[in-house]
């Protein structure tokens, strides 16, 4: 009797193990199909990058090339196709525009959410109001109010553009994680003799700098990463971004010379994605950032 009720057990246990492994078979499938789509184009464009101009021609699209040492593509993008130059002048308008977004922003969320004053719910609804205005409707005037200042031949015109469309969103994000801030704190900050430059430096910026960093991080992905704008105030070769660079190289070659073009594309994804990946435990943490226990 002892024998059969344990090889009756063990085969329910069988059965429910079973179960529990079919159920788990779309989940399996769905993540794969997934990984598929994301992983496929990336893995696609890295091989396209070492490929001949001959393979281009003569190959299926979903072969391998004959060598993965093969980087002519990558020095013909540098050299060729000015990606050097493309790349520095990124790093000139993001880094400025970034810093003054994030400056002029948690100041702004510190002061309409911890700081008391009269008319800080209607400005915060302005800031918020920004949001809503689409960006290609403000272009055109301020190219023209651009070109009449003479800013224009420079990156000031990228720096100031990307701050004034980034502020609204980073605003309200900074007001929202210094609501999560208990406000003990900062009475007994007050109670201690700190002003409110004190305040908002050695309390008020170290307690949400895991969401100034994620705030940071969707800014410079969309500054990044962006076209329009560049496209329409760079009126120079040398000013050009990367990814008006890349645009360019779509012109420059055009349908015969696809190597340096997926050379140029994969060092934009990928260093971008390196960027991510290195800082995505940081992300994470900014988003739960909100909950600060006192």
Not at 252 to 278: E, R
């Amino acid at each position: 009797m002892s024998s059969t009720t344990s090889s009756t057990a063990t085969s329910i246990r069988r059965r429910e193990a079973a179960g529990r492994t079919l159920r788990r078979i779309p989940g399996w499938l769905l993540v794969a199909v997934l990984l598929i789509v994301v992983v496929y184009p990336l893995f696609w464009l890295l091989m396209g990058s070492f490929k001949t101009q001959a393979e281009f021609l003569t190959s299926p699209t979903w072969a391998f090339p004959e060598s993965w040492t093969n980087f002519d593509n990558y020095i013909e993008a540098f050299t060729t196709g000015n990606l050097g130059t493309y790349i520095r002048n990124s790093i000139l308008a993001t880094i400025p525009a970034l810093f003054f977004t994030i400056v002029f922003g948690v100041a702004a969320g510190f002061a309409l959410e911890v700081m008391v004053w009269k008319g800080r719910g209607t400005i915060l609804l302005l800031f918020l109001a920004g949001i809503m205005v689409p960006g290609q409707m403000i272009l055109l005037p301020l190219f023209t109010i651009y070109f009449q200042t003479g800013l224009t031949g420079s990156l000031w015109p990228l720096i100031i553009t990307y701050t004034a469309i980034g502020l609204p969103l980073t605003v309200f994000m900074m007001a929202t994680y210094f609501r999560g801030v208990p406000r003990e704190i900062f009475e007994a900050a007050t109670l201690d003799g700190a002003g409110i430059l004190r305040s908002f430096w050695s309390i008020g910026f170290p307690l949400v700098k895991n969401a100034i960093f994620t705030v940071a991080l969707v800014q410079f992905f969309f500054i990044w990463n962006d076209l329009l704008i560049a496209l329409t105030f760079t009126n120079r070769d040398d000013l050009r971004t990367i990814q008006v660079g890349l645009l360019n190289f779509t012109g420059q070659f055009g349908q015969i010379q696809y190597g340096p073009t997926f050379a140029a594309i994969c060092v934009n994804v990928f260093g971008t994605l390196v960027i991510y990946l290195f800082l995505n435990q940081r992300v994470m943490k900014g988003l739960t950032a909100g909950s600060v226990k006192g």
